[in-house]
């Protein structure tokens, strides 16, 4: 987990805050991954399930979510963490709120920043997977829900203009 090894890394005190949803909270595998690489790890983990749907609703520079932060920031901030890791890709486009709320001291772990650089780094180092991927592929967007803001957001996401086709489940 790309992530859990960057928070490694970067913490001074062995005490690392994680951001996540519900899912990834209940799931443990933060927890698993950096007792892994340290078993001293203290981690206290909080889930923020209003992130997601006010990223979604393009409401990330609002007071409202900047109240959210702050409550969901509080109790990782009082245990004296020196990391944090934001275990959601879509909790990167709060970064800078983020920063605003919490120490300078505390490194933040963005998994939209670290698994591009890890990827990277491993097809350097295992030449024979790179040498296997197309330079010249497509980039689609599929959605069972187009809407202007599904385009809008995602462009944000993806840092230039997406074309995206509805598709219908059966």
Do not use: W
């Amino acid at each position: 987990m790309p992530a859990a090894e960057e928070a490694s890394a970067k913490t001074h005190t062995q005490r690392i805050g994680v951001a996540a949803t519900e899912g990834t909270v209940q799931s443990g595998a933060f927890i698993r991954e950096l007792k892994k690489i340290n078993p001293r790890t203290k981690i206290f983990q909080n889930a923020c399930p209003l992130l997601v749907p006010i990223i979604e609703e393009g409401e990330q520079d609002s007071e409202a979510a900047r109240l959210i932060l702050k409550k969901y920031l509080a109790p990782l901030i009082k245990k004296r963490i020196d990391t944090l890791i934001l275990g959601c890709t879509h909790y990167g486009i709060m970064e800078r709120q983020i920063k605003a709320i919490i120490s300078k001291e505390i490194a933040i772990i963005s998994e939209a920043r670290v698994v591009p650089k890890k990827l990277r780094d491993y097809l350097k180092k295992h030449p024979e997977v790179e040498q296997g991927i197309s330079r010249h592929g497509t980039i689609k967007f599929y959605t069972t829900d187009l809407t202007e803001k599904f385009t809008k957001l995602g462009s944000k996401f993806f840092g230039k203009k997406i074309d995206a086709q509805k598709i219908i489940l059966s």
